[in-house]
Structures are given as structure tokens and as C-alpha cells.
């Protein structure tokens, strides 16, 4: 009987990493996504306080109030802004979240990052981080019908490594998106 307990929590250890890697790459939920850009700011900026959004671009401490969730699911290939029809599934969890932040917030207004690993030149990854943003940018408003209007998009290049690595590295490959009616005019 211990020996049986013993096998079965060893393969639950061994297990789990891979389950949080599969969960990792599956993607949020919508509701996940909701949670997280539901969540009160940070830092609370009066009406008259408010900024520009080439401004809050440029303010990391701003960016890192609002409201965010890393979506590191979207699988884009190394050196690459295309997303394949494969991760629309995905999408569609984004685009029903944004539907029903923008019904519920009159103003809702979001920002899409993109980001890139360390490899390659900093010019370059910086070009192909605002790609990555705007790529998930026109699917959504293309494919899902969320209002261009309502998304705003910036890239950051290999500035915010999630892991710190000069290599290859898929979960530096992601978008952030941060919810920011409540910073910007």
C-alpha cells in the first residue's frame, strides 16, 4: 500500500510540470482574461490627469498599473508576426473577453504589446514586436468584429524578457494586454 502511494505522488510530481506547460500553451479562458483586466488599476490617475497614449507607452510604472495579462498561447514562429488560422481558437477567447469588457465599461479601451525573444538585433525585434501587436490587432477586429477603435498597439522588442535568456525562448514570444480607459484620453 505505501509502496503504491509512493508510485502515484512520484508520477503526479513528475507529471505536473508537463500539465502546466500543456495549460500554459492552451491558453486563458475568457474568463481568465476578464478576471485579470476586471481588476482594479494600481494606481488610481484623476480625469484631469490623464494622458496620451504615446505617452503611456513611454511610462513603464503607468504600464504596470493598469490593468494586464501576459498571453504567451499565441504561438508565433521564431522571427515571425503571422498567426495561423490554427490559434484562432484562442483568439476567439480574447475577442469574447473584449466584448464583454467593452459592453460592461463604456470607454473600454485596450492596449495590445508585443514582444520578442533576445535573438537577433535589437532593431530588428523591435520592428517585429509592433508586427506581432498589430497582427493580433487586425485578426481581432477582421475575424472577431472588436472595434479597431477600442485597441491600441505598441511593441517592445526584447525590453521585458519574461526569462531572462539570450536563446531562443517561446515565452518571450507573447503579447500583453493591458486595459487603459482609466490612463489615457
Do not use: C
Request: charged share 30%; proline share 4%.
Amino acid at each position: 500500500m505505501n509502496r503504491r502511494f509512493v508510485l502515484v505522488g512520484l508520477a503526479t510530481v513528475v507529471a505536473m510540470p508537463s500539465l502546466a506547460f500543456a495549460q500554459d500553451r492552451a491558453g486563458p479562458s475568457s474568463d481568465q482574461i476578464m478576471q485579470k483586466l476586471e481588476a482594479p488599476a494600481q494606481r488610481q490617475i484623476r480625469p484631469e490627469d490623464r494622458m496620451s497614449i504615446q505617452e503611456f507607452r513611454r511610462r513603464p510604472e503607468m504600464r504596470r498599473a493598469a490593468p494586464s495579462i501576459d498571453i504567451q498561447a499565441i504561438n508565433f514562429a521564431f522571427g515571425s508576426a503571422e498567426i495561423p488560422r490554427s490559434e484562432y481558437r484562442k483568439i476567439r477567447e480574447i475577442a469574447y473577453a473584449f466584448d464583454q469588457l467593452s459592453r460592461g465599461r463604456r470607454g473600454a479601451r485596450f492596449l495590445i504589446e508585443g514582444h520578442t525573444d533576445a535573438v537577433g538585433s535589437r532593431e530588428a525585434n523591435q520592428v517585429l514586436s509592433e508586427r506581432r501587436a498589430s497582427s493580433l490587432k487586425m485578426v481581432l477586429s477582421r475575424e472577431f468584429g472588436i472595434p479597431a477603435r477600442i485597441l491600441e498597439t505598441v511593441g517592445y522588442g526584447e525590453d521585458f524578457l519574461l526569462v531572462d535568456t539570450q536563446n531562443e525562448e517561446w515565452r518571450n514570444r507573447r503579447v500583453t494586454i493591458r486595459r487603459i480607459d482609466q490612463f489615457v484620453r
